[in-house]
């Protein structure tokens, strides 16, 4: 998958990664990129194609898809997060960040892949998360959602590996974005993470770890879960 004349399409491209994620686009090459936004006034990344998408609204992705119909690249980056727990967190936040997360970008690849496969294969970038594999209290209901992403873009690889299209993940640790802005730790720069995921698109890869954190964090999973969660030994 080459970046250089290929046409994409990034949602949530209105601020954070997808902001960062449009523009690196263009700046490799992409003859067309549709930075997409469920308020298409807030995007202000020069040289694109703006369209109106809420990926919680199917009727705004069955539109885009029909507007969209060269696109080689999707990038499905839009996202949010509520910080509420599983058992004491407000249900309908908790339904949010499914229907965000899972129930919303499998809506995009649905509407999609058919694109992509007239288009020769293509490919889908899935941002997901050092979350999708470790929980923390107070946002228990976002690594939930997160990993059923996670688990969502290795089940869409297999089903779309027959008509060519490379499916892949990429996963961060907290990065420099408004998502994270209340956050006192050290953070990715965005342009840093972007930058991993293209050249790991470029390069074929079904996975992209963006730091080393991440890189750790997998690593980890090996391990007996009491490692990852010392907080709950001796209970």
Known sequence: MKIANSVALVTGANRGIG?????????????????????PDLVDVPGVEVLRLDITDPATVAAAATAARDVTLLVNNAGLITGENLVTGDPAAIKLEMDTHFYGTLDVIRAFAPVLATNGGGAILNVLSSMSWVSYDRATAYSAAKAAQWSLTNGIRVELAGQGTLVAGLHLGPTDTDMTAGLDMPKNDPADVVRAALDG???????????????????????????????????
């Open 19 to 39: 902001r960062h994620f449009a523009r690196q686009l263009l700046e490799r090459g992409a003859a067309k990129v549709y930075a997409t936004a469920r308020n």
């Open 201 to 235: 698109i470029e390069a074929g890869r079904i996975e992209v770890l963006a730091d080393e954190g991440v890189v750790a964090l997998k690593a980890a999973l090996s391990a007996d879960p009491s490692a990852l969660y010392p907080q709950v030994v001796g209970i």
